[in-house]
């Protein structure tokens, strides 16, 4: 369970990018954030995960205080958040199973870091992955030599490979064709219903947001306007 209280977020140049924001969002759902550009939906999603430090109020991730969370511990806490991009953020110039293999580097003794040297299980676990977003076939082709969709379904293998609780996307599907952003929304969909991974999701297609997301939270100047299951925005629309 993530349970912001009355958090704050202001930027070091002054801007307030989120205020008085409280909510509560339980493990499994499926939430997509929407909002103008501007609105604060990264920022939100991004101080979940600590990539940015609130500056008031209170995180809760599972009744842990986020804010508290120190070093190693926020290296812990992250293994359990996967994040994707809307530029995939992989290495391209390798193929797609060594992309996966890098979620494992933390769990990986210093040695074996540096030689990048991957046990069976790695290995094992890697290509399961793959599997679950329908990209097997694949896992020996370079990054580089695959469309987009593609790119966007090895990003969400290399965030399943860590055996995430929650998943984070940031505007995950913003750079594909409406076609391939329909699998990659359906892999996110599977994910969330036979995995129970919670999905919190910025997305400014609006009408994809109601098609696959549970729940839909509206953000304007920084604050929420809207919260609510999207079966109910369908009708007041
Ligand atoms: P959205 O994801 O809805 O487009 P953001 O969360 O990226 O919105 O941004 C919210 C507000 O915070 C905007 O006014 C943006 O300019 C500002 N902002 C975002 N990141 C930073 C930063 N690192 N420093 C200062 N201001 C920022
Ligand atoms: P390490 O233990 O090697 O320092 P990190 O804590 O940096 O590992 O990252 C662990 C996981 O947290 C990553 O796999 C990623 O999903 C997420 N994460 C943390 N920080 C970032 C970041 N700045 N950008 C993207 N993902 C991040």
């Known amino acids: 369970m993530i349970e912001f209280i009355n958090v704050e977020k202001k930027y070091a140049n002054g801007t307030v990018a989120l205020q008085n924001i409280n909510l509560t969002i339980e ?3 499926f939430v997509a954030v929407i909002g103008l550009s ?4 990264s920022t939100l999603i991004r101080c ?13 991730v599972d009744n842990v205080d986020v804010g508290k969370l120190r070093g190693r511990q926020i290296r812990r806490f992250r293994r359990r958040i996967g994040m994707i991009f809307q530029s995939f953020n992989l290495v391209t110039r390798t193929t797609v199973l060594k992309n ?17 040297i991957y046990n069976r299980e790695h290995k094992i676990k890697a290509l399961e992955a793959l599997d679950k977003v329908g990209i097997l076939d694949k896992a020996y082709i370079r990054v580089d030599q695959l ?9 969400l293998a290399r965030t399943l490979a860590q055996n995430p609780d929650i998943i ?8 594909l064709d409406p076609v391939t952003a329909k699998m990659v929304m359906d892999d996110f969909k599977r994910i969330n219903q036979e995995m129970n991974i919670s999905v919190i999701m910025n997305i400014h297609h609006v009408e994809v947001a109601l098609e696959y997301a549970d729940r839909i939270i509206g953000i304007h100047k920084g604050a929420v306007v809207f919260d609510g299951e999207s079966a109910q925005v369908t009708k007041e629309i």
């Open 100 to 116: 996966v293999l890098v979620s494992f580097v933390p769990d990986l003794p210093f040695w074996r870091k540096l030689t990048g």
């Open 147 to 155: 469309s987009g969709g593609q790119q966007q379904r090895v990003a």
């Open 48 to 60: 979940i995960n600590r990539m940015h430090d609130i500056t008031g109020g209170q995180l809760n």
């Open 27 to 29: 493990q499994g759902e």
């Open 38 to 41: 501007g609105a604060g939906k």
């Open 168 to 175: 984070l996307a940031d505007e995950p599907i913003a750079s």
